[in-house]
C-alpha cells in the first residue's frame, strides 16, 4: 500500500513541476526570451519529460516488488560496486613529481 501512496506523492509533485515550467515558458515567450518558433519544442519536451517521469517509477515498483529477495540483494551489490567503482576511478589524482637529485 505505501507503493500507491508514493507514487500518489510522487506524480502530485511532477504536476506542480509540469505547471511550473508551462508557467515558466508562457512567462519567456511573453517577454520574448524564447523565440516564437521553438516554443512548441519546448512544451513538446516538457510534456514528454512529464511522461517519461510519470510512467518510468510505475513500472520500477511493479518491477521492483516481483523480484524475489535475493535477486534484489543482488541488485543492490551490484549498483554499490558501480559506484564505487565510478568513484574510485573518478577521483582527482595527486599530482606525483619526480625527485630530482
Same mark, same amino acid.
Given at each position: 500500500?505505501?507503493?500507491?501512496?508514493?507514487?500518489?506523492?510522487?506524480?502530485?509533485?511532477?504536476?506542480?513541476?509540469?505547471?511550473?515550467?508551462?508557467?515558466?515558458?508562457?512567462?519567456?515567450?511573453?517577454?520574448?526570451? +524564447?523565440?516564437?518558433?521553438?516554443? %512548441?519544442?519546448? @512544451? $513538446?519536451?516538457?510534456? &514528454?519529460?512529464?511522461?517519461? #517521469?510519470?510512467?518510468? *517509477?510505475?513500472?520500477?515498483?511493479?518491477?521492483?516488488?516481483?523480484?524475489? +529477495?535475493?535477486?534484489?540483494?543482488? %541488485?543492490?551489490? @551490484? $549498483?554499490?560496486?558501480? &559506484?564505487?567503482?565510478?568513484? #574510485?576511478?573518478?577521483? *582527482?589524482?595527486?599530482?606525483?613529481?619526480?625527485?630530482?637529485?
Amino acid at each position: 500500500m505505501i507503493e500507491s501512496t508514493l507514487f500518489n506523492g510522487w506524480v502530485s509533485l511532477l504536476g506542480v513541476l509540469a505547471t511550473f515550467a508551462l508557467i515558466v515558458i508562457a512567462v519567456a515567450a511573453m517577454l520574448r526570451i +524564447i523565440r516564437s518558433v521553438d516554443i %512548441l519544442k519546448h @512544451i $513538446g519536451v516538457l510534456v &514528454c519529460v512529464v511522461i517519461l #517521469l510519470t510512467i518510468l *517509477p510505475g513500472i520500477l515498483i511493479h518491477a521492483w516488488g516481483a523480484l524475489a +529477495i535475493w535477486q534484489q540483494i543482488g %541488485l543492490l551489490a @551490484i $549498483g554499490i560496486g558501480i &559506484c564505487l567503482w565510478r568513484y #574510485l576511478s573518478w577521483r *582527482p589524482r595527486r599530482m606525483r613529481t619526480k625527485r630530482t637529485g
